[in-house]
């Protein structure tokens, strides 16, 4: 019969797996825009091109989108990109004198 343990090392203790720990991704963010009945469409449609790289045909669904149902989704970011985002699209908008909000809400 042989000495050989499986679960011995060579040390005579006992072998150890180190575990792996489970990662999961942290959670997205969606960017919003809130319909008002003030800022102009156009105001609107260059927030979603310039602070959102959307194309002018994206950008102008989104804002019918905000514009008919009330609100519309720029875009989905980690919590640090959605809160920059939103917070650059806010101060834009006050130093413009639009009223236009946008916010975020967790995926």
């Given at each position: 019969?042989?000495?050989f ?29 809130l ?73």
């Open positions: 019969m042989s000495d343990d499986p679960f011995k090392d060579k040390d005579g203790g006992l072998a150890v797996q180190e575990a792996k720990p489970k990662l999961k991704r942290p959670p997205l963010y969606k960017v919003i825009l319909n008002d009945d003030f800022t102009p469409m156009d105001f609107v449609i260059e927030i979603l091109m310039d602070f959102f790289a959307m194309s002018e045909e994206k950008a102008t669904q989104v804002m019918l989108q905000v514009h008919t149902q009330g609100v519309g989704v720029c875009g989905m970011y980690s919590k640090d990109v959605a809160e920059t985002k939103v917070y650059i699209v806010n101060d834009y908008s006050r130093e413009h004198h639009h009223p236009l909000m946008c916010s975020m809400e967790e995926v």
